[in-house]
């Protein structure tokens, strides 16, 4: 290697090394992991219990639609939770290791007061995570905003949890977004759709996904 090359090759690590831009640039946040194959009996649909499935739900071309009103019923008559429409990834529970969800989801404006994505179980409360939309802004349940303005357009949403070291990493369009400590572990599960968070739901909800994808490490 002449000393021109050798130079550049030593002034690009130390960018790296003194910024760390180039490096979040590259990875990607699937980089590592291996994709679990995914089949029509993983997706496990949650509505209100006394409407057909498909005045709430509808799959076309690849898309997942998901709707739900505020003054529905829930998922089924012996529960007193909000009302929801939800894909449950079912046959892939967890309670170690490291697991990835990662879909690409579209928000239409108006719908504000809803969880479209979970990791269902904890051992403190019923989840670990809720990615809630409130006017356009996603948050961690009702408190840190992960992102803004994700209305009308479509977004890669990806959640990596580290059962083993108890964090949850949240990255959108392939950017790190939001890293917070679980609940600790549990019966864990991934959720996305609509599900009315406990105040102030808009009367309409609705969620779209595609290419939703499940990773293991």
Not at 33 to 51: A, C, G, M, S, W
Not at 118 to 142: E, N
Not at 170 to 198: E, H, M, R, S
Request: proline share 5%.
């Amino acid at each position: 290697m002449g000393i021109s090359c050798l130079y550049s090759l030593l002034l690009f690590l130390v960018l790296i090394s003194s910024t760390g831009q180039i490096l979040s640039c590259l990875a990607d946040p699937t980089d590592g992991f291996t994709e679990i194959p995914l089949t029509d009996r993983n997706f496990d649909l949650q509505k209100p219990y006394n409407v057909p499935l498909n005045d709430r739900y509808s799959y076309q071309n690849g898309v997942r639609r998901l709707w739900v009103y505020t003054n529905d019923k829930p998922f089924k008559p012996d529960t007193t939770t909000r009302p929801r429409t939800e894909v449950r990834i079912k046959g892939l529970d967890y309670s170690s290791g490291v697991w990835q969800f990662e879909g690409h989801a579209y928000v239409p404006k108006a719908t504000s007061g809803v969880t479209v994505m979970q990791i269902h179980g904890a051992r403190v409360g019923a989840t670990s995570l809720q990615l809630r939309i409130y006017d356009g802004d996603m948050k961690y349940y009702k408190f840190a905003v992960v992102d803004t303005n994700l209305y009308d357009k479509w977004f890669r949403l990806n959640v990596i949890h580290n059962v083993d070291e108890g964090k949850i990493t949240v990255f959108i369009d392939g950017v790190q977004k939001f890293v917070k400590n679980d609940q600790g572990p549990g019966d864990l599960y991934f959720k996305c759709g609509v599900y009315a968070a406990p105040a102030n739901s808009s009367s309409y909800m609705e969620s779209r996904w595609r290419d939703i994808k499940i990773y293991k490490k």
